[in-house]
């Protein structure tokens, strides 16, 4: 019973290039989550995914992060133009839909960004 | 808003010590659920428990106990007789009822330290 992957698990850019990060969730959880983590803080909510639709999006996302899912399996979250307040360690998490999920989450995407 | 306050930011016991990492929310929602993750070195959240507002009895699971009381809108975790495996990140979270989704709103977090 494999968790939920995130690749790469570090990646350094510098300011101003485009980064993409990839998550694949249990393969029978049908919901997906992007949070955001900063150093001494909790994880911050960004989107989520039920199969392939994003049904909410945080307003910490800003027009700079899109995030897809295509075909309701695996997901990328991209972030173009990359600013040094990028930096962070970005998780992802799926569950199967029911009332009020218990998440499984991946070892995150640290990024450093120059 | 929601908010949930985790004052603790750093404790460090001694092992076989017990220590209660303390959490304290706010919400206009009558239903809500609470929970406790773990985050260790590796960095991924572990699931630990998951409480609604309308049960406030507390719950014990092996060396895990919690206190939930709505009076104080608390959600206290007590680790007995601690274990150098249970330093870790600890945090607390609030989800609103009506949203029925994994957004959850994360407090800061506890670092717990457990020396030998």
């Known amino acids: 019973d494999t968790g939920v992957s995130q690749d790469p698990r570090h990646k350094i850019t510098k300011r101003g290039q485009n980064v993409t990060f990839r998550c694949d969730p249990i393969s029978e959880h049908n919901r997906l989550y992007w949070y955001r983590q900063t150093l001494g803080q909790g994880p911050e909510f960004l989107t989520y995914?039920?199969?392939?639709?994003?049904?909410?999006k945080s307003r910490l996302l800003s027009d700079r992060f899109s995030a897809e899912r295509p075909k309701g399996s695996f997901s990328t979250l991209e972030i173009q133009r990359t600013e040094q307040g990028d930096s962070a360690m970005y998780l992802c998490?799926?569950?199967?839909?029911?009332?009020?999920?218990?998440?499984?989450f991946g070892s995150g995407t640290q990024l450093s960004v120059l | 808003a929601q908010k949930v306050t985790q004052a603790q930011t750093e404790i460090s016991v001694v092992e076989k010590e017990d220590v209660t990492l303390d959490c304290v929310y706010e919400t206009r929602d009558t239903t809500y659920y609470l929970f406790w993750y773990k985050q260790p070195p590796s960095g991924e959240l572990v699931f630990l428990i998951r409480?609604?507002?309308?049960?406030?009895q507390n719950e014990i699971s092996g060396r895990y106990s919690w206190n939930f009381q709505k009076s104080t809108s608390s959600f206290n975790f007590t680790i007995t007789a601690s274990q150098v495996v249970d330093s870790a990140v600890y945090f607390c979270?609030?989800?609103?009822?009506?949203?029925?989704?994994?957004?959850?709103?994360f407090g800061q977090g506890t670092t717990l330290q457990v020396k030998p």
């Open positions: 998490a799926s569950s199967r839909t029911g009332v009020v999920e218990k998440l499984f």
């Open positions: 409480r609604n507002s309308f049960d406030e």
């Open positions: 995914f039920q199969n392939e639709a994003q049904l909410e």
């Open positions: 979270a609030l989800s609103e009822g009506s949203s029925n989704t994994g957004k959850l709103i």
